[in-house]
């Protein structure tokens, strides 16, 4: 089986991976991104253990523990008996004595240690220990590939990306994992013998937002529906607690981190900086600003500023399709033993937050609109735009194109092809005289529709001059 049917979506990581391997010169090696996403899995599915020492972090141990762990792993790779280390600065001294006795005339001597972030407890001086074992001796070695991983991008982003001391501009390479988009939701679903349309696994992705690990527990021969109540309502069910675990696992003091996205899910468009700490009841400092810094590296939250905006000011807007779905639903109403979301598919409160998480996948996928529209070797620039209080003029994705074109898209999450009326055609013509009125743009105006099937073609319906459907969302970049 080649490496691309089990690592699926993951091309760009194993062309990296394949160049790391191919350098001639020693390799520092970050494999970071968010809780679920498949790291671990992408590492071991692209060495196959063929490891000269591997090194798993405890989960909330200490420095004792950690080390006593460390150990175990050098005798495991070791042909001599270690002891356990009194510090990290004699551990990885142990490390480099291990590595000195592999020294092959071919090959790599390729050292993973996953969870790094797990290891670094108060106090333990394990940033320092690194920072000294590659300095002094790793750097020197052409052969040596030294690659850590974590969950807690906060951690690593701090510690090792932006590190101001002794490892400062010393990685090498990042490897950054995202989600899936929906192509690669389709593809991994389909690796694993589950056929799902369209329209299930784009609910699916506005429920789980593309983690692999998520889409691993939907199980075959049975409806979509069925397994989100499996998996989030039913009493202990597969992924009951996760919300939690997710956000434990990614930052420190994860409760303030959880209170601010609990306000920004409460406003879809987002909310000011000021408008935030009134809701959270925080003061405007550094820490305040590390937690909406880190929320955006995780890819949580994205800032912006809305189309015309000349001020400083930008809006925070919560675009994880899991944590939306968690405080619309899971927290909601809870687990029981009964069915739950299997009731609520052709209510109108499931039909409300559908055509809002439609909005954010497609804004997620904005590139995949572009490539639809043909557009994909134009500049552009992708904003959200509202009107005053009192307009109440809102269009959630605007794509201005260096070509002399805005496209202002109106997005639409239908069971059918959607039909235009004429309520619907004043709504459309308003809002853009509204925006043309506000902003006074050079540039022409397209509205595009991007709506699950297609467009059904009536006196109003000439309105829109594109038309996105599903199966554009489902191309690749």
Request: proline share 2%; glycine share 6%; hydrophobic share 35%.
């Amino acid at each position: 089986m080649e490496l691309s049917d089990i690592l699926v979506g993951r091309k760009r990581q194993i062309e990296m991976l394949d160049s790391i391997m191919d350098s001639r010169e020693a390799e520092f090696v970050v494999v970071y991104g968010r809780r679920r996403v498949g790291k671990t899995f992408l590492v071991n599915a692209y060495f196959n253990d063929s490891y000269t020492f591997k090194l798993t972090g405890l989960a909330r141990k200490g420095k004792q523990d950690q080390l006593a762990n460390f150990k175990i792993s050098m005798n495991r790779y070791g042909d001599v008996k270690y002891t356990k280390p009194r510090s990290w600065l004699e551990a990885f001294e142990q490390l480099r004595s291990l590595l000195e006795k592999h020294k092959t005339a071919s090959g790599k001597r390729v050292i993973f240690i996953d969870e790094l972030p797990w290891m670094d407890s108060r106090g333990s001086n394990l940033i320092t220990a690194i920072e000294h074992f590659w300095n002094d001796w790793a750097c020197t070695q052409q052969d040596i590939v030294l690659i850590v991983c974590g969950s807690a991008t906060s951690w690593i982003t701090k510690k090792l990306l932006k590190n101001h001391g002794g490892l400062h501009n010393r990685v090498t390479q990042k490897i950054y994992l995202s989600p899936f988009n929906l192509a690669e939701c389709r593809e991994y679903l389909e690796s694993r013998g589950i056929l799902m349309d369209y329209k299930s696994i784009t609910e699916s992705y506005m429920i789980m937002g593309g983690i692999p690990y998520y889409l691993k527990h939907i199980k075959r021969g049975k409806s979509l529906a069925q397994n989100i109540d499996e998996m989030f309502f039913l009493d202990k069910g597969s992924l009951d607690g996760e919300f939690d675990a997710l956000y434990s696992s990614l930052f420190t003091q994860s409760e303030s981190y959880i209170k601010v996205v609990e306000a920004l899910s409460s406003k879809n468009k987002g909310l000011t900086r000021s408008e935030i700490l009134d809701a959270v009841r925080m003061k405007s400092n550094g820490h305040f600003s590390t937690i909406m810094q880190n929320l955006i590296d995780c890819e949580f939250v994205r800032r912006y500023k809305g189309y015309g905006k000349t001020s400083k000011m930008s809006l925070y807007q919560l675009i994880d399709p899991f944590t939306l779905f968690y405080f619309k639903y899971i927290r909601k109403y809870g687990t029981s033993d009964k069915p739950f979301w299997q009731f609520q598919t052709d209510t109108r409160t499931h039909d409300t937050w559908a055509g809002i998480a439609f909005e954010q996948l497609c804004l997620n996928h904005h590139a995949q609109i572009e490539k639809g529209l043909g557009i994909s070797g134009i500049t552009t620039r992708v904003f959200s735009w509202t009107g005053a209080a009192e307009e109440k003029a809102q269009i959630d994705l605007i794509i201005r194109r260096s070509d002399g074109i805005i496209n202002v898209c109106e997005m639409k999450y239908y069971d059918e092809d959607y039909s235009v009326d004429k309520k619907g055609l004043t709504d459309i013509q308003r809002r853009i005289g509204i925006f043309k009125e506000s902003n006074r743009p050079k540039e022409a105006i397209h509205p595009v529709l991007v709506t699950t099937y297609g467009l059904k073609r009536n006196a109003y319906s000439d309105v829109f001059q594109n038309v996105i459907t599903l199966k554009d969302l489902f191309q690749y970049e």
